[in-house]
């Protein structure tokens, strides 16, 4: 009875997120009740191993004592500080301190947000403001890859290339460019690394001439591994390769580490796995491990240097912020999840188990409905096909991405379905030998199940 009325009290007054909200009506919510390390429990009754981690963001398992605890004790002694006004709070500090120490080079500057899709919006304003301060405001145009994502906001909606973001919503704005993807799986350059990597220096090299050269663009965004786009690898050297030419040509290289960050991929961030320095860097999900709302912005020293002395030339403050900048709260859960990863022995588990995972995952290569595995330490996709030989996908009629998640959930495990039929997975790095080993069974079930569907499997002959 609950559950029923969990249901209707959902279709009849909750907006979900990135829904068709009809279908949504119709089909009535999936109520998750409770969760312990890479597991929940839905509504009725069902546990369900968690290949996602929420939505890659429970980088540290559900129940997580530690973090619960310092949420409590945060609570206890002090439930809000504003950062306006000079004021400020112990942990927000603490963390800002934290993050320095674990960010490459001289990141060293810290803007707390709600979550990526704002701090994707904050480093649009930080840069116009750097620009205009260094006294070249013509540096207005931004360029970002197909297939990225940076947030669902009214402006950084327009820096992300899918689709499904623009549809209805007049974006991406005239300023918002973009460049193909890296994708090795289907570049038309074919799969070497040298050549897509040569490929796409050109291809950012002729979309600054096109938009009149450096000295109008402002900024390349990048993931260092496309998350929403498929969970797209870029050949090694390739992060590298463009953080290069962005510091040749003068424009800035913002590191989107939203999904990669806090041992994702293996290290704490992304960019390291390179060596280089972003000039800004986003994060949120795995900073917190999703227990409670937060984002920032990483920002290099010479960049606050701007704008802290144009601000002081001015007399005025900088004029941007948000009401739960620096959550004390929030900033509590980060310090415990970062203790996790680093003296817990977390980042170490997830490379360990994120092996096991990219094993598996190639193994299932021979499945016939599997094109290609792809990933990176506990972030990973199957890109589903209806033809190996031509890469072809299903068509969009079949609803193969419906299909693979609803078949998935009946055999116990919660992934990411894309639209074209692509299985993302981004589990917990929580995760044990035998967590990777039945997420890998009930994959290769999933996809056996799925094979046995007559239209999937006359698509597929």
């Known amino acids: 009875m609950l559950s029923n009325s969990l249901v209707e009290l959902d279709r009849q007054h909750l907006i979900h997120p990135v829904a068709p909200y009809r279908a949504h009506e119709a089909r009535g919510v999936t109520v998750i009740s409770s969760g312990e390390g890479a597991y929940v429990r839905d509504a ?42 000079h004021f400020g709070a112990e942990t927000p500090i603490r963390l800002a301190a934290r993050l320095a120490e674990l960010a490459p080079g001289d990141l060293n500057r810290v803007y707390f947000t709600l979550g990526g899709s704002d701090a994707i919006d904050s480093t649009i304003r930080f840069i116009r403001y750097y620009f205009n301060a260094l006294g070249k405001p013509e540096k207005k145009q931004f360029i970002t890859l197909e297939q990225g994502y940076h947030g669902s906001s009214s402006t950084g909606s327009g820096l992300t290339a899918l689709p499904l973001f623009h549809a209805g919503f007049d974006v991406p704005l005239a300023w918002q460019h973009r460049i193909p993807s890296p994708y090795p799986y289907r570049n038309p350059v074919g799969s070497d690394g040298p050549t897509i990597i040569a490929a796409s220096l050109e291809a950012l090299k002729s979309k600054v001439a096109e938009l ?115 959550h004390p709260v929030s900033a509590a859960a980060g310090l415990a999840a970062i203790a996790l990863y680093t003296e817990g022995g977390l980042m170490e588990q997830g490379r360990r188990s994120g092996e096991t995972l990219i094993a598996g995952l190639k193994a299932l290569e021979d499945h016939p409905l599997v094109g290609e595995a792809r990933g990176r330490g506990m972030l990973a996709a199957l890109e589903i096909v209806s033809n190996k030989d031509t890469k072809a996908k299903f068509d969009p009629s079949v609803k193969v991405g419906e299909k693979l998640f609803e078949t998935a959930y009946a055999n116990g495990l919660i992934v990411r379905a894309f639209g074209d039929g692509t299985l993302g997975f981004a589990p917990p790095l929580c995760c044990s030998q035998d967590d990777i080993a039945l997420l890998l069974e009930r994959t290769r079930k999933t996809l056996d199940d799925l094979l046995a569907v007559s239209e999937i499997r006359k698509a597929a002959a």
């Open 44 to 85: 009725a009754g069902n546990q369900l191993l968690d290949g996602f981690a929420g939505l890659w963001c429970v980088n540290a398992g559900y129940g997580q004592l530690t973090i619960i605890e310092a949420i409590n004790r945060q609570l206890q002694e002090l439930q809000y500080a504003t950062g306006y006004f």
């Open 212 to 326: 009149g050269g450096p000295e109008k663009v402002a900024a390349f965004y990048c993931e260092p591994i496309q998350g929403s786009g498929g969970v797209i690898v870029p050949p090694d050297g390739w992060v590298r390769a463009m953080r290069d030419l962005c510091a040749e040509l003068g424009i800035l290289f913002v590191a989107d580490e939203v999904i990669t960050g806090f041992g994702r991929t293996g290290p704490i961030f992304a960019c390291e796995e390179e060596g280089i320095v972003p000039d800004m860097m986003t994060m949120a999900k795995g900073l917190t491990s999703g227990y409670l709302p937060m984002g920032a912005v990483m920002m290099r020293e010479s960049i606050y240097s701007v704008i802290a002395d144009a601000s002081a030339r001015s007399g005025m403050a900088v004029g941007h912020g948000f009401t739960y900048s620096g």
